[in-house]
């Protein structure tokens, strides 16, 4: 089952956490797993590059949390992961 949520309002340049989910005391107990796709860290506030993005596994019960880059390719609605 797939889940979305709306988070609770951010400071610029303030990364997504659990803690910033709507209702997140459910979320974060029921959740197996919860991603946010965010933009780069490097992106400054007022700025944006559209093909740039980052998939950050905040909890993952039987598995690691990190951070996944992609890139996103508008044209066909695609994401690629980038190589480092």
């Known amino acids: ?6 988070l609770n309002r951010l400071a610029d340049g303030e990364r997504p956490r659990l803690s910033n989910l709507r ?3 459910a979320i974060e107990q029921d959740a ?3 991603w946010f796709l965010c933009d ?3 992106t400054l506030p007022g700025q944006f590059d559209p093909a740039e993005k980052q998939l950050e596994i905040a909890k993952s ?3 690691p949390t ?3 880059r992609f890139e996103f390719f508008g044209q066909c609605m695609a ?3 980038r190589t480092p």
């Open 79 to 81: 994401f690629e992961e």
């Open 1 to 6: 089952m797939l889940v979305l949520s709306q």
């Open 23 to 25: 209702d997140s005391g």
């Open 32 to 34: 197996d797993s919860v």
């Open 66 to 68: 990190g951070t996944v």
């Open 61 to 63: 019960r039987n598995g």
């Open 40 to 42: 780069t860290a490097n």
